[in-house]
């Protein structure tokens, strides 16, 4: 079994920054890849981020290229999500999830089968 725990949200101005951490106990990372997704208000969760099942590479939603950055440090177990010149369109539930071994579908969240509770991150105007 896999538990993922998300931390690190919080209520942040515009162009302010915040790191989100994902920790995972259980099963490791090995062959299943990471990503992030965020709910807002009355709206669908959505693809934020994600690493390749190996890890080796990185993909981001268009809204957030350029601006958030997703690492990990395999020795924690734990993938991070950076986020800087945050704007109030950012604002939502983010939540980190595993997908299924040895897959790259990274942004179809029914590929995923663990997720964490969601970290609530608010920004203000």
């Known amino acids: 079994q896999v538990q993922l725990v998300e931390s690190g949200g919080g209520l942040v101005q515009a162009g302010g920054s915040l790191r989100l951490s994902c920790a995972a106990s259980?099963?490791?990372?090995?062959?299943?890849?990471m990503g992030w997704f965020r709910q807002a208000p009355g709206s669908e969760r959505e693809f934020v981020a994600a690493?390749?099942?190996?890890?080796?590479?990185?993909y981001y939603a268009d809204p957030v290229k350029g601006r958030f950055t997703i690492y990990r440090d395999n020795a924690k177990n734990t993938v991070y999500l950076q986020m800087n010149n945050l704007k109030p369109e950012d604002t939502a539930v983010y939540y980190c999830?595993?997908?299924?071994?040895?897959?790259?579908?990274?942004?179809?969240?029914?590929?995923?089968?663990?997720w964490g509770q969601g970290t609530q991150v608010t920004v203000s105007s």
């Open positions: 259980g099963r490791t990372f090995s062959n299943s890849g």
């Open positions: 690493f390749s099942w190996d890890g080796g590479t990185t």
């Open positions: 999830a595993r997908r299924e071994p040895y897959s790259n579908i990274y942004s179809n969240q029914q590929n995923y089968r663990y």
